[in-house]
């Protein structure tokens, strides 16, 4: 009888080992992952702007004048986002909260993330406006590197993106910084 429990004993203490060895290994490697897509680009300030794409004085004017109203927008848009996630995280906690309050609350998530793309295209439909052929071409250029997309436009799986969440929208937006904070 002692001996079973020994047994026993050892069997759990063997399951434990190697799922702890397990976790141990698989978080290395998500660090790993993490590390081979770079680091996350500085900051690209209004000033950077205007040294990258050569803006004039008009030019500049203009942004100075857009740049305010859009990062207004965005940062009322990120605070809402991450209050309904906070808000979603709750209901994960909670034990008895319905699948379909998880749902609604995912498709308002989804819902202002959209709202965020939108005001992304549009500040930057706006502004590409006032760009020479010159400027337009850097422009693009500077916008495809800071969602990291590797040569030839090439986004995704085999385009050297930075890492999770750093696609479309949630990298940083013109003069913000890493994950989009200012």
């Not at 680091?39 to 209004?46: E, F």
């Not at 609604?104 to 549009?122: C, H, V, Y």
């Amino acid at each position: 009888m002692k001996r079973d429990w020994l047994i026993y004993l050892v069997m759990f203490s063997l399951a434990l080992n190697l799922g702890t060895i397990g976790t141990i290994a698989y978080l290395r490697y998500q660090d790993h992952q993490q590390l081979a897509a770079g680091p996350a680009p500085p900051p690209l300030l209004l000033k950077s702007w205007w040294r990258e794409l050569k803006l004039d004085e008009s030019q500049r004017q203009t942004l100075r004048r857009l740049f305010p109203e859009h990062h207004q927008k965005v940062k009322a848009v990120r605070l809402e986002l991450a209050q309904k996630r906070l808000e979603l995280f709750d209901l994960i906690k909670n034990d008895a909260a319905p699948w379909s309050a998880i749902q609604a609350k995912i498709r308002e998530i989804s819902a202002q993330q959209g709202s965020l793309e939108e005001e992304m295209a549009r500040f930057m439909l706006e502004f590409k406006k006032d760009l020479n052929p010159e400027q337009h071409a850097a422009f693009l250029n500077l916008v495809q590197t800071r969602l990291g997309c590797g040569p030839e436009g090439a986004c995704g799986p085999g385009g050297r993106r930075r890492g999770p969440g750093m696609g479309p929208g949630m990298g940083p937006g013109p003069g913000m910084g890493h994950r989009g904070r200012p």
